[in-house]
């Protein structure tokens, strides 16, 4: 017997803080995504594709929840990985 499985979400997060999440309309009619950091600026933009263009993206492609909120919260996230202390352990943002 298997226990039940939580959920798993990501929070898309930079420089200990939640990004803000924007979204734009095109002129086409098509929307793109932004998530922004709040501190330092950094971007990551997001592009609107059908469901089952993940197969276009080769084996082992996996679709990944993200949560985007236009005001995240203004707590810090607490570090899960590495630290000030220890940044040896900290991964780099791909």
């Known amino acids: 017997m298997t226990a039940e499985k939580t959920p798993t979400l990501w929070v898309p997060t930079c ?17 793109l995504g932004s998530l922004v950091c709040t501190i330092c600026s950094k971007n990551i933009n997001l592009e609107q594709e ?34 000030a202390r220890n940044p040896s352990h900290d991964e780099p943002t791909l």
Do not use: W
């Not at 929840?65 to 236009?70: D, R």
């Open 15 to 31: 420089c200990g803080r939640v990004m803000r999440y924007n979204t734009f309309r095109q002129a086409d009619g098509g929307i």
């Open 50 to 83: 059908p469901l089952t263009a993940v197969n276009t993206y080769g084996e082992g492609s996996s679709l990944l929840t993200v949560l985007g909120s236009p005001r995240p919260p203004k707590e810090d996230r607490r570090v899960t990985r590495g630290s």
